[in-house]
């Protein structure tokens, strides 16, 4: 089946540090792949994607890249703000199914000033 | 970007009473609609798809009767928990699919449902 197992929180993080949440998947076929983040009060936001193995995905200082062989796509900034304290969530879809999302928990990342 | 609303943001009802939650692409059409459910701290669960002008498709284990899904026009889809109990307690998300922007999701604030 396909499923996303991402690293539990919540992450407690001073500002300028850097970031890691691990997110590892299990899908048949070559899914694509996205992180989503949430800031209170809000909906989903689209963060980053990759659609094929290698690819990184960045935005706003956050990275990702599609890893086929240790079938991971963990989220990675370098130098964290207080305005990236959100959840944020790793996805999967599969192709053959449009819009199709499977969710994983959920990561609380709190950034102290 | 798209913005997909949901109205109400948060609700509280008495048991056996029935709640219906509105999810609306305000500046997109979106032919199909997805429905999720959130316990805390967990993942988002998808509930059913919500097609226009056809009957929506649940995930195993969804009761259709219960959850009452309607997709009427292009820009709204609504999600009616009937003889809601107890256990329905729970954070309700919607999303859109934009066939204009590549097909992505956009997704509602949700709605927080509590029943008495």
């Known amino acids: 089946g396909n499923s996303v197992t991402q690293m539990e929180g919540p992450v407690t993080l001073s500002e300028e540090a850097f970031l890691t949440i691990n997110c590892t998947y299990t899908?048949?076929?070559?899914?694509?792949l996205f992180w989503y983040v949430q800031y209170p009060g809000e909906g989903l936001q689209l963060l980053l994607k990759?659609?094929?193995?290698?690819d990184k995905g960045s935005n706003k200082g956050f990275e990702a890249t599609y890893r086929k062989e240790t079938t991971s796509f963990h989220l990675e900034k370098g130098s964290v703000q207080v305005s990236d304290s959100a959840v944020y969530f790793c996805?999967?879809?599969?192709?053959?199914?449009?819009?199709?999302?499977?969710f994983g928990r959920g990561t609380q990342l709190t950034v102290w000033p | 970007g798209a913005v997909v609303s949901q109205h109400p943001s948060w609700v509280i009802c008495k048991s056996g009473t029935s709640v219906k939650i509105e999810c609306r692409s305000l500046?997109?059409?979106?032919?199909?609609m997805f429905w999720y459910r959130q316990f805390p701290k967990q993942s988002l669960m998808l509930m059913a798809t919500?097609?226009?002008?056809?009957?929506?498709?649940?995930e195993q284990g969804v009761e259709k009767d219960k959850f009452l899904i309607n997709h009427a026009s292009l820009t709204l889809s609504t999600l009616t928990v009937t003889s809601a109990h107890p256990e329905d307690s729970s954070f309700y998300i919607c999303?859109?699919?934009?066939?204009?922007?590549?097909?992505?999701?956009?997704f509602g604030p949700g709605t927080r449902l509590t029943v008495l």
């Open positions: 500046d997109f059409q979106a032919t199909t």
């Open positions: 990759a659609t094929k193995a290698d």
């Open positions: 899908a048949t076929g070559y899914p694509s």
């Open positions: 999303s859109a699919l934009s066939g204009r922007a590549n097909n992505e999701q956009f």
């Open positions: 996805a999967l879809s599969r192709g053959s199914t449009l819009g199709r999302l499977y």
């Open positions: 919500s097609n226009e002008g056809s009957k929506a498709t649940y």
